[in-house]
Nanobody, 126 residues
Framework: HVQLVESGGGLVQPGGSLRLSCATS????????MAWFRQAPGKEREGVVSIDSQGTIQYADGVKGRFTVSQDSGENTLSLEMSSLTPEDTAMYYC?????????????????????WGQGTQVTVS
């Protein structure tokens, strides 16, 4: 049973930084796509960054240069380092995964390709 558990959200001032983590039991799969999504009130869930088992990373245009994704296979953790945060980054952040293929669809395809989701962690920039 795949479980994704996010942590690290909180309240931060504009210009500040936060580090989100997603703990998963399933980095042992040889093929995967994992991603961070976010959803602000009244808005659709949007992709922030994805990384596949080949190491290919996609960032949404609005976070390039500010957000950095990394993975620690030894700890089975996917992390998102966020800096230069603005109020527009306020949202619930979700970790997502798909293990059926070894690459990620474009982020613009939205959440549909992902099978597994965490419960989310709130990030508030104010």
């Amino acid at each position: 049973h795949v479980q994704l558990v996010e942590s690290g959200g909180g309240l931060v001032q504009p210009g500040g930084s936060l580090r989100l983590s997603c703990a998963t039991s399933e980095f042992t799969y040889s093929t995967y796509c994992m991603a961070w999504f976010r959803q602000a009130p009244g808005k659709e869930r949007e992709g922030v960054v994805s990384i596949d088992s080949q190491g290919t990373i996609q960032y949404a245009d609005g976070v390039k240069g500010r957000f950095t994704v990394s993975q620690d296979s030894g700890e089975n953790t996917l992390s998102l380092e966020m800096s230069s945060l603005t109020p527009e980054d306020t949202a619930m952040y979700y970790c997502a995964a798909d293990y059926s293929i070894g690459y990620c669809h474009p982020l613009t395809m939205g959440p549909e390709p992902y099978t597994y989701w965490g419960q989310g962690t709130q990030v508030t920039v104010s």
